[in-house]
């Protein structure tokens, strides 16, 4: 007789929904941080939820968001300093 083998496609698919949430925890944990240093100001967390709707749910390139983002952001910033 022989034994089965239990590494199918459920098995796979169990192994990476373990690591889909592994990595949102470490998204979540990594937000929080950088949450605490942002300050409670409107314009920071303006910025950046375009750069995470940019890159990540849009997925365009990093390099292209903050090239557009940045302009604006120091625009912004200059502004509400005068």
């Known amino acids: 007789m022989t034994e089965q083998v239990h590494t199918g496609p459920h098995l796979a698919s169990e192994k990476l929904n373990a690591q ?13 941080g950088m949450a605490s240093i942002l300050p409670p100001h409107w314009r920071p967390w303006l910025f950046t939820l375009l750069a995470f709707a940019g890159v990540g749910v849009l997925r365009w390139p990093l390099i292209g968001v903050l090239g557009v983002l940045a302009p604006f952001g ?6 509400a300093g005068r």
């Open 20 to 32: 889909h949430r592994y990595a949102a925890g470490e998204e979540l944990a990594w937000l929080r």
């Open 74 to 79: 120091i625009a912004a910033a200059w502004r």
